[in-house]
C-alpha cells in the first residue's frame, strides 16, 4: 500500500510515495506543466516509482488559488447584501496602513458595484429577525444575475453569524434558480463578526470557486484514470487536510495550501531535535516564506490579507502565520528606470525558466548568478535530469543586467554582478524573517534556522550570519520537504463563533452553551467529512478588556472556570503590552474557536533519511570552482549527501549535492550529520567569510 502526497509549485511539482510495507519513502521533482497542472503529478509519481492504482490516498497542496486571487484570474462573481449594505465590500475599514502616503490606493473590489445587489431583511446583532426575508426579490434578483451572467454569487447578509437563516434560504433559492452558478453563503464560511471580513470572505470565495471546483474535479478524475480508487484530500491553509468535496465549497482554505506541508514537517523535526524555537524558511522557485515554530507549535492566523495588509482584501479564514517575499530561484533580476538593480517578484517560472534551463528563458534569474558563481553544478541539477547551460547564465547576467549597470559584460563584471544579485535577494529574504520575528518582539538569535526547499539549503548560512543566527538545520529531502509535510498532517477542523460573555456566572454560562455547541458541530463535521472522531480537541477564546476593540488569542482545556480565563488572559496580555490593567477592569469573552485533529497513521522522520551503509573508508568527495566572498574563485569540496555517514563532519567553504537541492556551507562553518540524517552547521564568528 502507497501514501502519495504532490506540491504543485511555481517553478517545481514535489511528489513523495511512501510504501507502508517497505517502510521507506521515494520522492519525485519534475518542472510543473502549466498546460495541465496534473501532468505534472502524474511525471513525478511515475518518477517517486510509485503507482496510482495502489496509492490508499494522495494529498495535494497547490498554489492555484494564491495565484488567482494575485493575478486577478477569478471568476465574474455577484454579491447580495442586506439592503443598504452593498458597498461594505468597498468602504472596509477606516484604519490608514500607511499613514503618510497621500497617494495611496487600496486594491479594487473583487465584485464591481455594478455586480452588488441587494434583498430586503434584517437581523439584530443578537440574532432576532428585525425584517422578514423578502422572498418575493428573489426571483428578480435571480433574474438580474443571469442577465449580467456571472458565474458565481456570494451571499453576505448582515449580522447572518448570529442568525444565518435568512443567508442560507437566499442561498438556497438562488441555487434553485441558477444552475451552473456557484453560489457560496458568508456563514459556511465564518460564524464571527466583522460584516467587511465576512463579505470579503464570501466574495473570494465566490470569485474562485467555479476554477477550483474544475481543477479538483477535473485532477480527481484524472487520477481515476490513471487507476487511483482511494480517498483524495486537499492540503488545508490551516496545517490540516481536507476532502476534496469540502475544498469545493471551502476554496478559500487552500489559500496558502502549498507552503504549510513544509512548516508541518519542521515543527515534526523541532520536536524530535529538542529545537525550542525555530525559524521554519522555505525558498522555492518563485518565493521565499518564512514561519515560526516555538515548542513544536506553529501559529495560525484567522485574518489572511491577500496582497498584504497595506493594500489588500482580507480573508476570514484560519491560515498558517507566515511571512512571503518574492525571491525564489526564478526570480528575476532587472534594472529599473532609476538604474538600481532589483530581484523579484516576477519569476521566470518553469515555462521557460531560467536563461541557464535552455528552454527558452532569456531573463537572468537567481539560479543563473548561482550557477554563475559555481553555487550549484551544472550536471547535477535535480539528479542531472536536467543539465544547465552556464554560458547562458552568464550571458544573461551580462546582457541584461552587468551592462545597463554600467559594469560591462567581461567574466570579473559578471562575477560581480551575479554577486549583486545574490547579495540582494539575501537581503529581501532576511527581511522577511526580520517581520516575522524583529518586528513581532523575537530576538531573532535565539531561534534556529531551519531550511529547505529547493533553493533554502544554499542561502541558510548565509541569512543566519547576517542575523546573528548560530544555527543552521537543513532536513533530509528539502526540494521535497512541503510535500514530505503533507505525509505527516493529520485531518483537521477549525471552528469559531462570536459571543460577548464577560466573566460573570451569566456569561459564563453562555460560554459553555457555545463551547458545546461547538464541540458537537466539530464532531459532526468531522464524521462527514473523515468519517472519524477526533482524536483531540483545542480550545481558544479571543479575549479583551471591555470597551477595548483588539483582542489577545488565549488558550485553555476543557470547559474552564472563570478565575482560570482571567489568569490565561492577563498573562497574555502582559506578553503582549508589558501590563495588565488590573482587577478594576473587567475581561471580556467575545469569540470561542476549536480545533478537531484526527490521528491518522504517518511514517517515522528516520525513514525520510538516507543515510549509507557502515562503510570501511571514508566518502569521497569530487571539487569545483566556488566563488567564495573574501578569496574570489577557489576550489572546493563538493559532497554526495547519500555518502555521508551520521557524525561526519564537514569545514567550509564546502557543497553537499543531493537530488532536490544543494547546500552551501560558508568559509569558517562546519556541518555535522545527524541521527535523523538532518545536517547542523555551526555558524563562524567572521561575518566577511561567507560564500
Not at 185 to 214: D, K, Q
Not at 443 to 471: H, K, S
Request: hydrophobic fraction near 45%.
Amino acid at each position: 500500500m502507497q501514501f502519495i502526497t504532490a506540491d504543485t509549485g511555481g517553478t517545481f511539482t514535489d511528489v513523495t510515495v511512501y510504501d507502508t510495507e517497505a517502510g521507506h519513502i521515494r520522492f519525485g521533482k519534475t518542472l510543473t506543466t502549466y498546460g495541465d497542472l496534473v501532468d505534472g503529478v502524474v511525471a513525478g509519481i511515475g518518477e517517486a516509482k510509485g503507482t496510482a492504482a495502489e496509492a490508499a490516498w494522495l494529498r495535494h497542496g497547490t498554489t492555484h488559488v494564491i495565484n488567482a486571487f494575485l493575478q486577478r484570474r477569478g471568476a465574474r462573481v455577484a454579491l447580495v447584501a442586506t439592503r443598504g449594505f452593498r458597498d461594505v465590500l468597498e468602504i472596509g475599514r477606516g484604519n490608514r496602513p500607511v499613514p503618510f502616503d497621500t497617494k495611496r490606493r487600496r486594491q479594487p473590489p473583487l465584485v464591481p458595484r455594478a455586480l452588488r445587489f441587494e434583498v430586503t431583511e434584517r437581523i439584530g446583532s443578537d440574532g432576532t429577525v428585525i425584517e422578514a426575508l423578502a422572498e418575493q426579490e428573489i426571483e428578480a434578483l435571480a433574474a438580474a444575475l443571469k442577465a449580467a451572467e456571472v458565474e458565481a454569487v456570494a451571499v453576505a447578509l448582515l449580522n447572518a453569524y448570529a442568525n444565518p437563516a435568512h443567508e442560507q434560504r437566499v442561498a438556497a433559492l438562488l441555487t434553485a434558480r441558477l444552475p451552473g452558478v456557484y453560489v457560496t453563503a458568508a456563514t459556511a464560511l465564518s460564524r464571527e463578526w466583522f460584516e467587511y471580513e465576512r463579505s470579503s470572505t464570501a466574495a473570494a470565495n465566490a470569485y474562485v470557486g467555479p476554477a477550483i471546483a474544475r481543477y479538483v474535479e477535473g485532477f480527481s478524475t484524472r487520477l481515476a484514470r490513471e487507476g487511483f480508487a482511494g480517498s483524495f484530500a486537499m492540503m488545508g491553509s490551516n496545517g490540516g487536510i481536507m476532502p476534496f468535496e469540502a475544498s469545493v465549497g471551502r476554496p478559500v482554505s487552500l489559500v496558502e495550501s502549498g507552503p504549510i506541508g513544509g512548516v508541518i514537517a519542521a515543527s515534526e523535526y523541532a520536536r524530535s531535535l529538542g529545537l525550542e524555537r525555530v525559524v521554519a524558511f522555505d525558498m522555492g522557485g518563485t518565493t521565499a516564506k518564512c514561519a515560526l515554530v516555538e515548542k513544536g507549535e506553529f501559529d495560525v492566523q484567522q485574518t489572511y490579507w491577500v496582497g498584504g495588509y497595506e493594500q489588500g482584501f482580507p480573508i476570514r479564514s484560519p491560515v498558517l502565520d507566515i511571512v512571503e517575499v518574492g525571491a525564489g530561484g526564478g526570480s528575476i533580476a532587472w534594472v529599473d528606470a532609476q538604474g538600481r538593480l532589483r530581484v523579484g517578484p516576477e519569476s521566470a517560472g518553469s515555462e521557460p525558466g531560467p536563461a541557464c534551463f535552455g528552454r527558452g528563458g532569456v531573463e537572468p534569474t537567481v539560479t543563473d548568478a548561482n550557477l554563475a558563481l559555481g553555487r550549484i553544478g551544472h550536471g547535477s541539477f535535480l539528479g542531472g535530469q536536467l543539465r544547465l547551460d552556464r554560458d547562458a547564465a552568464l550571458r544573461a547576467i551580462g546582457e541584461r543586467v552587468g551592462e545597463p549597470l554600467g559594469y560591462g559584460r567581461d567574466a570579473a563584471a559578471t562575477t560581480r554582478v551575479a554577486r549583486g544579485v545574490l547579495d540582494l535577494a539575501t537581503t529581501l529574504m532576511a527581511g522577511a524573517i526580520k517581520e516575522i520575528t524583529v518586528a513581532r518582539g523575537h530576538d531573532v538569535r535565539d531561534f534556529a534556522l531551519l531550511v529547505f526547499g529547493g533553493g533554502g539549503p544554499i542561502f541558510g548560512a548565509e541569512l543566519a550570519r547576517q542575523l546573528g543566527i548560530r544555527t543552521v538545520v537543513v532536513p533530509p529531502q528539502p526540494g521535497n520537504f512541503s510535500a514530505v509535510g503533507m505525509l505527516l498532517a493529520q485531518a483537521r477542523i477549525d471552528l469559531a463563533r462570536t459571543l460577548v460573555a464577560d466573566l460573570s456566572a451569566e456569561g459564563m454560562a453562555a460560554l459553555a452553551e457555545v463551547h458545546r455547541e461547538l464541540e458537537s458541530e466539530a464532531r459532526q463535521a468531522a464524521a462527514r467529512e473523515f468519517g472519524s472522531e477526533p482524536a483531540t480537541f483545542a480550545w481558544q477564546a479571543d479575549m479583551r478588556y471591555r470597551g477595548q476593540r483588539h483582542t489577545v488569542t488565549v488558550g485553555f482545556d476543557g470547559a474552564p472556570s472563570a478565575e482560570t480565563l482571567r489568569a490565561a488572559f492577563e498573562a497574555a496580555y502582559a506578553k503582549r503590552f508589558g501590563r495588565v490593567l488590573g482587577q478594576d477592569f473587567s475581561p471580556e469573552v467575545v469569540g470561542l474557536r476549536v480545533t478537531a485533529q484526527g490521528d491518522a497513521p504517518r511514517p517515522a522522520l528516520s525513514a525520510l533519511a538516507v543515510l549509507p551503509a557502515p562503510a570501511d573508508r571514508a566518502p569521497r568527495h569530487q571539487t569545483r570552482r566556488l566563488h567564495v566572498r573574501s578569496r574570489g574563485f577557489v576550489d572546493a569540496p563538493v559532497w554526495r549527501r547519500a555518502d555521508l555517514p551520521v557524525g561526519f563532519a564537514i569545514a567550509g567553504p564546502a557543497v553537499v549535492e543531493e537530488y532536490s537541492s544543494t547546500l552551501l556551507i560558508g568559509a569558517g562553518d562546519t556541518a555535522v550529520v545527524g541521527a535523523l540524517g538532518e545536517i547542523t552547521i555551526s555558524i563562524g564568528q567572521d561575518r566577511e567569510a561567507s560564500s
